[in-house]
């Protein structure tokens, strides 16, 4: 039955579209107006989308890894590997919103390689893991570390286990 109506009301459209001047010329304003407010809705979406893209590729430059201090950073090796210790940040203004740390987990030929500065060089790399640290820390503040590090599931036998991290992200926050 809805088909039917749907069919005869396509018809009847169809037919006054083609045979009444006055109706069509109704139909193609309204198509036209709304073609234009469409646009503009998207056009102005885009300018949005592009002024806040700006802003955080503004927001991933504005910290320093440099200005982070880490502190008493420890890590668990065994699976789940648990990393602990604070985070201050340094910088004199802005506020810490994201911190994204690269953990490598290496196995070491000998317990001294392990230990000392340096001595993981020699070390064989066998895993590496990623850490999104997620929490405000304002200038001259620092907050605890008490996470779990991802993708570190497969992780080879070690004798004489190092580990480091790298910064790859600083990520300030908006004001």
């Known amino acids: ?17 083609a045979t009444v001047p006055p109706f069509r010329k109704l139909i193609l304003g309204i198509v036209l107006v709304g073609g234009a407010i469409g646009g503009a809705l998207a ?9 806040y893209m700006a802003q955080q590729e ?9 200005q982070l201090e880490f502190r008493n950073m ?14 201050k940040n340094n910088h ?3 506020t810490l919103d994201n911190v994204k740390l690269q953990v490598t987990i290496k196995d070491c030929p ?3 390689a392990a230990s000392k500065p340096g001595g993981a060089k ?16 304002p200038p001259g503040q620092a907050r605890a570390i008490d ?8 992780i080879s036998k070690h004798e004489h286990p190092a580990w480091d991290y790298l910064v790859t992200q600083v990520v300030a926050a908006r004001n």
């Open 1 to 17: 039955m809805s088909v039917a109506v749907g069919a005869l009301a396509a018809i009847l459209f169809l037919y006054l579209f």
């Open 43 to 51: 056009w102005h979406d885009y300018a949005q989308n592009e002024q």
């Open 58 to 66: 503004e927001l991933r430059h504005l910290i320093f890894p440099e």
């Open 74 to 87: 420890t890590l668990i090796i065994d699976y789940p590997f648990h990393l602990q210790g604070s985070i």
């Open 92 to 94: 004199p203004w802005a």
């Open 110 to 112: 000998t317990e001294t």
């Open 122 to 137: 020699d070390c064989e790399i066998i895993g590496q893991g990623s850490v999104d640290l997620y929490d405000d820390v």
């Open 147 to 154: 996470t779990f590090v991802s993708n570190l599931s497969n």
